[in-house]
């Protein structure tokens, strides 16, 4: 896990990882997940299958829980720390289509994770974003989204930058660690738990790549490969390619 994403490619060609991108590149396999380092499946997929023409940056998806039932998709969490407009008004539309394909949310809500509700809050990058989402026929745009909506029903596609969709992320994984600590029992918290989702995918590149958990269980592989198996008879990757087209 220590190693450089790029070294651990192209100085070891017969690691599993490599060997999987090498597959995957050649056609004999529909999708690749691996719960190894995160940087060498983000390194592999843009060397191997390649971002799909017209994606400027691939971006990681997450499943966040709704209080109520089911959950909505988070992106970008930690593929990209740095991000211009115009890659988060083009997560917007890579998280719509997987929400809508690989998940079945109809017409999903898209809303920009945000300091505040009103079109001109926000920092430098939320208030260029704005007007790009607003304008985008592509997504149903909702608006800003505070992190107090991020488990409501809101929207059921958030976004934003690498850096804090990560920081995002992390927070709600302990939500389930401290119930466990705390010994009490609760559905909605047991939904933090990342076996149930298995793995999180790289969207934007041709082929189905999953991001697994480096403490995985087996049912989170099991969930991983059956999230592989969603996407891959979705024909999702088809999806996106007509999308950016």
């Not at 100085?11 to 050649?26: D, T, V, Y």
């Not at 998940?103 to 704005?130: D, F, H, M, Q, R």
């Not at 999230?227 to 024909?235: A, F, G, T, V």
């Amino acid at each position: 896990m220590h190693e450089h994403p790029t070294k651990a490619i192209t100085q070891k060609p017969n690691s599993s990882i490599a060997r999987g991108f090498e597959l995957l590149k050649n056609g004999e396999i529909d999708s690749f997940s691996s719960a190894g380092n995160t940087g060498a499946m983000l390194v592999g997929a843009m060397f191997s299958v390649k971002p799909i023409a017209g994606v400027l940056r691939p971006a990681i998806a997450t499943n966040v829980p709704k209080l109520k039932s089911g959950f909505g998709i988070l992106l970008d969490v930690g593929a990209n720390a740095d991000c211009k407009p115009e890659m988060l008004n083009q997560f917007a539309i890579l998280g719509s289509l997987y929400a809508e394909y690989v998940y079945g949310i109809e017409n999903p809500k898209v809303g920009l994770l945000n300091i505040g509700e009103e079109e001109e809050k926000g920092n430098a990058l939320t208030t260029s974003t704005y007007p790009l989402l607003k304008t985008n026929s592509k997504i149903n745009f909702i608006g800003n989204a505070e992190g107090r909506d991020l488990f409501t029903d809101h929207a059921d596609v958030y976004v934003c930058d690498g850096f804090t969709g990560n920081v995002v992320l992390k927070l709600a994984e302990s939500f389930y660690v401290v119930t466990l600590k705390k010994g009490f029992k609760d559905d909605f918290f047991d939904r933090f738990n990342y076996e149930q989702y298995g793995g999180s995918p790289i969207l934007g590149v041709n082929a189905p790549v999953i991001i697994g958990h480096g403490i995985s269980s087996p049912t989170a592989i099991k969930n991983m490969i059956l999230l592989s198996k969603d996407m891959i008879e979705s024909r999702f990757i088809d999806k996106m390619k007509n999308a950016f087209n």
